[in-house]
Nanobody
Framework: QVQLVESGGGLVQAGGSLRLSCTASKSRTISTINVMGWYRQAPGKQRELVATISDAGITNYADAVKGRFAISRDDARNTVDLQMNSLEPEDTAVYYC?????????????WGKGTSVTVST
C-alpha cells in the first residue's frame, strides 16, 4: 500500500510560480515506487498527465508544460516535487500525485487526494 499526501497548491497570478510537493508513505512490502508523477484535472475536463519521473530519474512532460515545469524526486524522503513557473490561467486545475508500483500481475497506481491550483489573469 502507498499513501500519498500533496501540498503546495494555492492561488497565484499569471506568470507566477508554485511548488507542489507529495510525500509517499509505503508499506514494507513495497521496496520501490517505480514511477512518481503529477496529473491534473481542470473543471469539465479529463485528468491528464503533467509530468512523471522514474526511479532511474527519467522524466516525461506534457507538451503544455515543457520548459515551464520541473519534476524531481527524493527517494530518501519518499517525495516528489513539481516546480511550476510561468504559470498560465490554463494551468488551473486540481493536481494529483501518482505513484506506480510494478507488480508481477502488472503495474498498480496509487493516487493522492489532490491539491488545487488557481492561476488568475
Amino acid at each position: 500500500q502507498v499513501q500519498l499526501v500533496e501540498s503546495g497548491g494555492g492561488l497565484v497570478q499569471a506568470g507566477g510560480s508554485l511548488r507542489l510537493s507529495c510525500t509517499a508513505s509505503k508499506s514494507r512490502t513495497i521496496s520501490t515506487i517505480n514511477v512518481m508523477g503529477w496529473y491534473r484535472q481542470a473543471p469539465g475536463k479529463q485528468r491528464e498527465l503533467v509530468a512523471t519521473i522514474s526511479d532511474a530519474g527519467i522524466t516525461n512532460y506534457a507538451d503544455a508544460v515543457k520548459g515551464r515545469f520541473a519534476i524531481s524526486r527524493d527517494d530518501a524522503r519518499n517525495t516528489v516535487d513539481l516546480q511550476m513557473n510561468s504559470l498560465e490561467p490554463e494551468d488551473t486545475a486540481v493536481y494529483y500525485c501518482n505513484a506506480e508500483v510494478a507488480l508481477i500481475a502488472g503495474p498498480l497506481h496509487y493516487w493522492g487526494k489532490g491539491t488545487s491550483v488557481t492561476v488568475s489573469t
